[in-house]
């Protein structure tokens, strides 16, 4: 396992670190390369070489290999999922539900290699032919999160080949296993040597490796907005400067009015903000409930989150797992902390928890009373915290939901036409749910947010082609006198 797959061969990493599983630290999933930069350059160096002959290669053989990889993935997408769910913590069948959607993925741009388009458009010249085409960018390096380390890595790596790109991947330290697996299915599904490239090491080493080195001319990176300012600057700086595409945090609100639907609203708020052990960049940690409804949907909530199991991520039963690691516990703690002496009252959860194994058990907490400006109203926690702020009506709740210097997905539980309209069009958010938890999106449809929630040209669908190619304007002059056709003879 401890491997790196630079320029077509699996290659030793200069050092390894363990895996550890969070629902069991004394279970090491296993030792995984760390590489240093120079395996980083190595790579660069191999994705830079093999882009010329990628880029042109025929459009059916992207396909099939692509395909391959989709299928590969979906026919082993228990054992997968098993070990996605053992190295990150979420839940089997959430574990399993997301290597699907990494198959689903691959298939979708295996079939984007056979559909790639251009337009062709008259001249204001006369004689003259207009053709606009999209082509591949060059070396891509991608940089992934750990909560998603599967579909996210395949939503990168799928378009960038589908489109001719060459690959360097640098996946995130805590989940390599997942990385690795994947990896091992791309090179089995025959890509050639050099064209995706897998380095496993430290943001601070692999990833700035990325971001200094001249021959990548493209990073898609999803992650904090810290790290994201940091890629940012960096592609700025770099010469020739390169294209970008950031997906960063999160502070989702999911606004609940007076006439929603309280079953539905109290569904999509707990699985909103706790599914995932609230580790997604679209968890609805912002409740904004306007007055009439507010308690009795603070008292469903809580008594809801009374049943919610949290325990071993593989365990049957279990419908929370662990947090992902000490660091991002103590990030979880220290936030709950930061909201009591703000004054908010925590009315269900927050204490750590013990299970028969030990791992980073932490009971979803719910912060009522909290006013919109409090820190935990504004900063990402990234854990299962959600807060609960109360509005006199939907004008108040709606702005409330865009007081935030996020904008990446925004719900509203309401059975008002009106009112669900009127959000969709004024919610400052990239993706806007209707009577649904604002986290869980489709494969098929572009993914991302506004303000300082995403930077650069949307994800997913086939809004992806607008980062992994460049546009072509091609002018053609035949030169042929215009063409006037003669009164035929027979007429
Ligand atoms: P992170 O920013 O710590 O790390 C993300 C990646 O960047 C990792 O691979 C890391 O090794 C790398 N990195 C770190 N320092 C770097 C540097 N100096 N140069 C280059 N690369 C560097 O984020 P994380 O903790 O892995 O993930 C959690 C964050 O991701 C949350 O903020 C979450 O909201 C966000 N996220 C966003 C989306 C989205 O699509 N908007 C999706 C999932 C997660």
């Given at each position: 396992m401890n491997m790196n797959y630079i320029a077509g061969e699996w290659l030793a990493g200069t050092h390894a670190a363990p895996n550890i599983n969070p629902s069991n630290t004394a279970d090491v999933v296993g030792e995984f390369a760390r590489a240093e930069a120079a395996e980083a350059e190595k790579a660069i160096a191999a994705a830079y070489d093999a882009f010329p002959g990628w880029s042109r290669s025929s459009i059916q053989l992207r396909h099939d290999i692509l395909k391959k990889v989709g299928d590969e993935i979906l026919a082993r997408k228990d054992e997968l999922g098993r070990l996605l769910s053992r190295e990150e913590g979420k839940t089997l069948p959430e574990g399993i539900g997301e290597v699907v959607r990494a198959s689903q993925i691959f298939q979708f741009f295996a079939g984007e290699t056979l559909r790639m388009a251009g337009d062709k458009l008259a001249s204001v010249r006369p004689g003259v032919d207009i053709e606009i085409t999209r082509e591949p960018v060059g070396v891509i390096g991608l940089i992934t999160p750990w909560n998603f380390p599967i579909a996210i890595p395949a939503w990168k790596i799928a378009p960038a080949l589908a489109y001719g790109n060459t690959v360097v991947f640098k996946p995130a330290e805590l989940v390599p296993g997942s990385a690795h697996a994947l990896s091992e299915i791309i090179v089995r599904a025959g890509v050639p040597a050099g064209v995706f490239n897998l380095v496993m090491g430290r943001g601070s080493v692999v990833g700035e490796a990325l971001l200094n080195s001249?021959?990548?001319?493209a990073i898609s990176f999803t992650g904090s907005v810290a790290t994201g300012r940091k890629v940012a600057q960096a592609c700025i700086a770099s010469d020739p400067m390169k294209k970008m595409q950031l997906e960063m945090g999160g502070k989702n609100p999911l606004v609940v009015l007076d006439d929603a639907d309280l079953k539905v609203a109290v569904e999509c708020a707990v699985n909103g903000a706790f599914f995932s052990t609230g580790q997604?960049?679209?968890?609805?940690s912002r409740l904004i409930v306007t007055s009439g409804i507010h308690d009795r949907f603070v008292d469903a909530v809580t008594e809801r989150m009374k049943s919610l199991v949290v325990d071993d991520?593989?365990?049957?039963?279990?419908q929370i797992g662990p947090v992902v690691d000490q660091n991002q516990l103590d990030q979880d703690l220290k936030y709950i902390r930061i909201g009591q002496d703000e004054g908010a009252t925590l009315a269900a959860g927050g204490e750590l928890l013990n299970r028969e194994t030990p791992g980073f058990y932490l009971a979803p907490a719910l912060f009522t009373n909290v006013d919109n400006r409090m820190r935990i109203a504004q900063e990402e926690i990234f854990g299962p915290v959600a807060t609960v702020t109360r509005a006199r009506d939907y004008e108040e709740a709606l702005e409330i939901a865009n007081d935030t210097q996020f904008g990446l997905s925004a719900g509203i539980c309401t059975t008002s036409l009106k009112h669900a309209s009127h959000f969709k069009r004024n919610s400052e958010a990239g993706m806007v749910m209707v009577n649904l938890p604002t986290a869980g999106v489709d494969y098929h449809v572009p993914f991302g947010g506004r303000k300082g929630s995403s930077y650069g040209p949307r994800e997913q669908g086939r809004y992806a082609e607008e980062f992994y190619t460049t546009v072509k304007t091609a002018y053609t002059f035949d030169g042929n006198e215009p063409y006037v056709p003669k009164t035929r003879a027979s007429e």
């Open positions: 001249p021959k990548v001319s997604r960049c679209t968890a609805s991520a593989l365990k049957s039963g279990t």
